[in-house]
């Protein structure tokens, strides 16, 4: 058997501000879904995101508590070259989320940085450097 992800989960306190920051990174979230318990968007690369509220979560797990004191899963977003990695930075920030790692090259050979969501969650975005 193939082991294939095939979504990707997030609990949130807030559908609404949850589901703007990640319209604002690009992702494909259909409209008038700010106040449903549960959305899924699927990624271009067949990849789905899916956001519950917590009360969803207690809805099946009454004994559910949020993570504290640090995220516990990153998310991390190819976006193709390093200028990307800085304009889609900036925009969000611009925005009014969270810079959390200001855009750096890391010595892996990527642009890097880091946002937080909403609930707390980390959002890196990366490219590849260039080779030249």
């Given at each position: 058997?193939?082991?294939?992800?095939?979504?990707?989960?997030?609990?949130?306190?807030?559908?609404?501000?949850?589901?703007?920051?990640?319209?604002?990174?690009?992702?494909?979230?259909?409209?008038?879904?700010?106040?449903?318990?549960?959305?899924?968007?699927?990624?271009?690369?067949?990849?789905?995101l899916a956001w519950d509220t917590i009360e969803?979560?207690?809805?099946?797990?009454?004994?559910?508590?949020?993570?504290?004191?640090?995220?516990?899963?990153?998310?991390?977003?190819?976006?193709?070259?390093?200028?990307?990695?800085?304009?889609?930075?900036?925009?969000?920030?611009?925005?009014?989320?969270?810079?959390?790692?200001?855009?750096?090259?890391?010595?892996?050979?990527?642009?890097?940085?880091?946002?937080?969501?909403?609930?707390?969650?980390?959002v890196d975005l990366y490219a590849e450097l260039d080779a030249n």
């Amino acid at each position: 058997m193939t082991l294939r992800l095939g979504f990707i989960g997030i609990v949130t306190g807030d559908m609404a501000a949850s589901l703007a920051f990640y319209r604002a990174l690009g992702v494909p979230i259909a409209p008038g879904q700010d106040d449903a318990p549960h959305v899924d968007a699927t990624l271009d690369d067949g990849v789905t995101l899916a956001w519950d509220t917590i009360e969803t979560i207690r809805g099946f797990d009454p004994s559910f508590v949020p993570a504290s004191g640090g995220h516990r899963i990153a998310l991390a977003f190819d976006k193709g070259t390093p200028a990307e990695v800085d304009s889609a930075f900036a925009a969000l920030v611009a925005a009014g989320y969270p810079a959390h790692v200001e855009p750096w090259d890391a010595h892996w050979g990527q642009r890097y940085a880091t946002l937080l969501d909403p609930d707390g969650n980390s959002v890196d975005l990366y490219a590849e450097l260039d080779a030249n």
